[in-house]
């Protein structure tokens, strides 16, 4: 059974980098067809999609933060990190780690986000 888990810091300042770190237990973030991803949740609001790395390594990201999103991936830990540079007070949120079996067409559609998670919120104040 696989299994995600988030860590990281709880608080960072404007401006600076906010890194996360998921690690995946029970699986292998190499194995065929399946796409790890990062989704965020604002007080109030919706989850918002952040971006993902596949099981090739490929990375795709959200147009809207992609300018400021990095994802990466260290497959002899079967981690993978999310930094998320300049941030506001509008970055504060739960952040979510999450595994999708991707079935065709533009990513993230067609895409199942069968397993997640916990979340860990971030705050971003000074």
């Known amino acids: 059974q696989v299994q995600l888990q988030e860590s990281g810091p709880g608080l960072v300042k404007p401006a600076q980098t906010l890194s996360l770190t998921c690690t995946v237990s029970g699986g292998s973030i190499t194995t065929n067809n399946y796409y790890w991803n990062w989704i965020r949740q604002p007080p109030g609001k919706g989850l918002e999609w952040m971006g993902a790395i596949a099981y090739s390594g490929s990375t795709y990201y959200s147009p809207s933060l992609k300018s400021r999103t990095s994802i990466s991936r260290d497959t002899s830990k079967n981690q993978f990190t999310l930094n998320l540079s300049s941030v506001t007070p509008e970055d504060t949120a739960v952040y979510y780690c999450?595994?999708?079996?991707?079935?065709?067409?533009?990513?993230?559609?067609?895409?199942?986000?069968?397993?997640w998670g916990q979340g860990t919120h971030v705050t971003v104040s000074s």
């Open positions: 999450a595994r999708a079996l991707y079935y065709g067409g533009s990513y993230p559609l067609g895409a199942d986000f069968g397993v």
